[in-house]
């Protein structure tokens, strides 16, 4: 088989999670079917350097389009451009393509057999989450007909397929629910900024969905408890909207922390935090859960589901019930380092299963 690989989401680090389980499902491909070609696809004015992990596999393939993704953006936007078909005119023959998260592909000829991988429909179910420009994002890449118009999707969750189904009247039968797991290996090379507080660890807060006002509110009441006065919060990404928050002495941010960095932080943290509004996954309670860190995560979306064993859970709209739960976590015994959920050989062995299906049935 010759698989074309939209390999953007990989090269674009701004994605996070994203980014790292497309790289994940793509190098455990690669391995467990030596068989078979990736064609990797990447747009721009320069011509990007894929990941070592992925580039160094013999069976994968590099195709660079050299339109600047600006104008490939409008281009895919008006119908003009086509990921597969412009690939085509380098690559004759290609099997099927393999979506790993929306963007602008343009039009999928209806020869070419295709699955997107969906993370989640939080763009439908909640706008104000996103910014204008997200949504503007959203909009241009015409989601919901990329969604509908590949001949399968991958779903990262039973919550997310869900959402397929009543959102968008995907037919349950046109969706596959993939596993996934860790994606930041255990290391600990990094040396955190010298300190003797125990520290609770959060992600981004200028994401809305994140729900940083709850993080803050519960973390501020625990520290009028005499025996957590000291604890401070680490907060991973961008920083809180409100600037005042942005100048409290107990907070500190890393806004882009490289993978040991951010193992590290995941080590040595007294607690993970994830209050988010919805998930369609809860990647980062997976990533903590390698180290035996507490959990506390939010009984919105897919985290019931989807959490780690052990996980701790309260509702995002409480904050006194995350002093409660992050209390429990704090003080509970630290549990020994968790199996991965999977080895992406289990994601990688699904999407060869659809794709097979896919050309059987073509």
């Given at each position: 088989?010759?698989?074309?690989?939209?390999?953007?989401?990989?090269?674009?680090?701004?994605?996070?999670?994203?980014?790292?389980?497309?790289?994940?499902?793509?190098?455990?491909?690669?391995?467990?079917?030596p068989?078979?070609?990736?064609?990797?696809?990447?747009?721009?004015?320069?011509?990007?350097?894929?990941?070592?992990?992925?580039s160094?596999q013999?069976?994968?393939?590099?195709?660079?389009?050299?339109?600047?993704?600006?104008?490939?953006?409008?281009?895919?936007?008006?119908?003009?451009?086509?990921?597969?078909?412009?690939?085509?005119k380098?690559?004759?023959?290609?099997d099927?393509?393999?979506?790993p998260?929306?963007?602008f592909v343009?039009?999928?000829?209806?020869?070419i057999?295709?699955?997107?991988?969906?993370?989640?429909?939080?763009?439908?179910?909640?706008?104000?989450?996103?910014?204008r420009?997200?949504?503007?994002w959203?909009?241009?890449?015409?989601?919901?007909?990329?969604?509908?118009?590949?001949?399968?999707?991958?779903?990262?969750s039973?919550?997310?397929?869900?959402?397929?189904?009543?959102?968008?009247?995907?037919?349950?039968?046109?969706?596959?629910?993939?596993?996934?797991?860790?994606?930041?290996?255990l290391?600990?090379?990094?040396?955190?900024?010298?300190?003797?507080?125990?520290?609770?660890?959060?992600?981004?807060?200028?994401?809305?969905?994140?729900n940083?006002?709850?993080?803050f509110?519960?973390?501020?009441?625990?520290?009028?408890?005499?025996?957590?006065?000291?604890?401070?919060?680490?907060?991973?990404?961008?920083?809180?909207?409100?600037?005042?928050?942005?100048k409290?002495?107990?907070?500190?941010?890393?806004?882009?922390?490289?993978d040991?960095?951010?193992?590290?932080?995941?080590?040595?943290?007294?607690?993970?935090?994830?209050?988010?509004?919805?998930?369609?996954?809860?990647?980062?309670?997976?990533?903590?859960?390698?180290?035996?860190?507490p959990?506390?995560?939010?009984?919105?979306?897919?985290?019931?589901?989807?959490?780690?064993?052990?996980?701790?859970?309260?509702?995002?709209?409480?904050?006194?019930?995350?002093?409660?739960?992050?209390?429990?976590?704090?003080?509970?015994p630290?549990?020994?380092?968790?199996?991965?959920?999977t080895?992406?050989?289990?994601?990688?062995?699904?999407?060869?299963?659809?794709?097979?299906?896919?050309?059987?049935?073509?």
């Open positions: 088989m010759i698989l074309l690989v939209d390999a953007r989401p990989i090269i674009d680090a701004a994605r996070g999670g994203v980014s790292r389980v497309a790289l994940e499902i793509c190098v455990a491909y690669a391995e467990a079917f068989q078979d070609t990736l064609i990797c696809v990447t747009t721009g004015s320069k011509k990007p350097i894929l990941p070592d992990r992925l160094t013999p069976n994968v393939q590099h195709v660079h389009l050299p339109w600047p993704n600006k104008l490939w953006s409008i281009a895919a936007f008006l119908g003009v451009v086509s990921l597969v078909t412009e690939t085509k380098r690559v004759k023959n290609i099927a393509a393999f979506f998260n929306l963007g343009g039009t999928i000829p209806k020869n057999p295709s699955t997107l991988l969906l993370h989640d429909l939080s763009f439908l179910i909640e706008p104000a989450w996103f910014t420009k997200q949504r503007l959203h909009h241009a890449v015409r989601a919901k007909r990329l969604i509908t118009s590949t001949t399968h999707l991958l779903s990262v039973e919550t997310t397929k869900r959402d397929a189904i009543n959102l968008i009247k995907i037919p349950s039968d046109h969706i596959t629910v993939i596993p996934l797991g860790p994606t930041v290996p290391a600990t090379s990094y040396q955190l900024p010298a300190t003797s507080s125990p520290y609770i660890l959060c992600l981004g807060a200028n994401d809305a969905r994140k940083a006002k709850t993080t509110e519960a973390v501020r009441a625990l520290r009028r408890k005499k025996q957590f006065h000291d604890v401070e919060l680490v907060v991973v990404g961008a920083r809180f909207i409100t600037p005042n928050e942005n409290i002495s107990w907070i500190r941010f890393i806004e882009r922390p490289s040991q960095q951010l193992s590290t932080l995941y080590n040595n943290a007294a607690v993970f935090l994830y209050p988010s509004w919805y998930e369609g996954f809860g990647l980062p309670l997976h990533e903590a859960a390698q180290y035996g860190t959990r506390v995560a939010s009984i919105a979306g897919a985290l019931p589901e989807t959490a780690p064993a052990g996980t701790f859970f309260a509702n995002p709209m409480k904050p006194h019930q995350w002093v409660t739960a992050i209390t429990l976590a704090i003080t509970s630290r549990t020994p380092i968790e199996t991965p959920l080895n992406w050989k289990d994601a990688a062995t699904k999407l060869k299963s659809a794709l097979d299906h896919m050309i059987e049935s073509a």
